[in-house]
């Protein structure tokens, strides 16, 4: 089974840097994986979706990279704020295109003033 | 456009006893799913369904039962709760590009 790591449970850093997340896929390079963000008491909600055959994603503030070689995704928050700290998800798919996603424990970020 | 409701959003039980935590979702996906997350731990799919009819096990489905007969439906059956199942549940659906969208989620304490 795929096993995920993320680079760090908690990462702190201070408003208007540049919040970098790591995840790394043990087993397998995924076809494709997506990154979501979680906040205290509520569901996932989903950012993006990269592919294997692509390199980088961005979605104004937010930028992900895949490196299949590697297998490993950047997930880059640039001029952070406060309203960014929440857990982040990694979630890949499992292998086949029912949908089905293995999810690690995510990261917290915590964006201080 | 509600999305993914879960219903309740809390809910205490006593063990060996049972009842069903709901989910609807009013976007037409044919894929639903049931996750759980525990302090520590990612989120674990319980079960799911490709469409109307169609359910599947995922990697925790012990003790737990689901069933589909509509497209916006999907209850996930409790038959003799343990304190084990004590978690917060997420439904979600999804269609196309395996993107989920989840449910507020469901959080279950059993004495």
């Known amino acids: 089974s795929q096993k995920i790591e993320q680079n760090s449970e908690a990462l702190n850093i201070q408003e208007g840097k540049t919040a970098t997340l790591t995840c790394n896929y043990t087993n397998y390079s995924p076809a494709y994986l997506q990154w979501y963000r979680q906040d205290p008491g509520r569901g996932p909600v989903f950012l993006l979706l990269i592919r294997e055959n692509e390199k980088e994603k961005r979605k104004e503030r937010l930028k992900v990279t895949f490196d299949t070689t590697l297998k490993q995704s950047l997930f880059h928050i640039t001029a952070s704020q406060p309203a960014d700290s929440a857990t982040y998800l990694c979630?890949?798919?499992?292998?086949?295109?029912?949908?089905?996603?293995?999810f690690g424990r995510g990261t917290q970020l915590t964006v201080w003033p | 456009n509600a999305g993914v409701t879960q219903t309740p959003k809390f809910q205490v039980l006593k063990t060996g006893q049972s009842m069903t935590l709901q989910c609807a979702q009013d976007m037409n996906h044919e894929y639903m799913s049931w996750y759980r997350q525990d302090p520590g731990m990612g989120l674990r799919l319980i079960h799911y369904?490709?469409?109307?009819?169609?359910?599947d096990q995922g990697e925790v489905p012990n003790g737990y039962n689901v069933s589909r007969s509509t497209t916006e439906d999907f209850p996930l059956r409790l038959l003799s709760a343990a304190p084990s199942q004590t978690s917060v549940y997420f439904c979600a659906s999804s269609q196309g590009a395996n993107v989920l969208t989840f449910g507020a989620g469901s959080r279950l304490t059993v004495l």
């Open positions: 369904s490709v469409g109307a009819g169609i359910t």
């Open positions: 979630p890949c798919d499992r292998g086949s295109t029912l949908g089905r996603l293995y």
